[in-house]
């Protein structure tokens, strides 16, 4: 726990009114006028904490969006919206829902597993994880009229040619290339079954 002082949003430490001018003036000494939003402005600039605005109970940085607990809850609600197919650590890579790992061998997830679950390597273990199939992501074409920008008259600079052909040779190898330069969590949650 650091000794920063917690000031919470509705509290009378982010913002009081004073004069003058007649107004809110935040903890931080910002003076933020009598519009409709300057109280909330004023305790914002003073806060350093507010209520999770989602379950309005847990405390959290002014900053975040909602509270950890909060943030597992919606993605646990996601991951079981999703479709299930069966999986049978046939199909590589998979990931966790939440994106933050991702598996591209049956060793990589029981490493995950052996440090982080504390749990023996098994079809049990697994099924606890919450696993989506990957989409793949490929190298994006470009497009050359992006290049064609406008001058002062307002005629269009063409690409040098050298450049031109570069950019149609850039975006041919991109279309023949099928290997993927990076991966995203997929949209079917994986119901692990034990090997045959
Ligand atoms: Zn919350």
Redesign the pocket.
């Known amino acids: 726990m650091s000794d920063e002082k917690i000031v919470l949003y509705d509290s009378d430490q982010a913002a009081h009114r004073g004069v003058p001018p007649e107004g809110w003036i935040s903890a931080r000494g910002n003076w933020f006028g009598n519009m409709p939003h300057s109280e909330d402005m004023a305790r914002s600039d003073g806060c350093t904490h507010k209520k999770?605005p989602?379950?309005?109970?847990?405390v959290?940085e002014k900053n975040r969006w909602?509270?950890s607990?909060?943030s597992a809850k919606r993605i646990d609600e996601s991951f079981q919206s999703l479709e299930e197919v069966e999986w049978c650590f046939d199909s590589w890579p998979v990931c966790l829902c939440n994106g933050e790992h991702y598996f591209f061998d049956e060793d990589e997830l029981e490493f995950y597993i052996e440090h982080h679950m504390e749990l023996g390597y098994d079809c049990f273990a697994v099924a606890g994880l919450d696993l989506v199939n990957c989409k793949p992501i490929f190298a994006p074409e470009l497009d050359e009229d992006h290049f064609e920008l406008p001058d002062e008259d307002g005629d269009l600079n063409r690409l040098p040619s050298p450049i031109y052909e570069a950019v149609l040779q850039y975006n041919k190898a991109v279309r023949e290339c099928e290997e993927p330069t990076s991966w995203m969590p997929g949209n079917k949650r994986l119901k692990v079954k034990a090997r045959p």
């Open positions: 999770c989602v379950c309005k109970e847990n959290i909602q509270c607990e909060c």
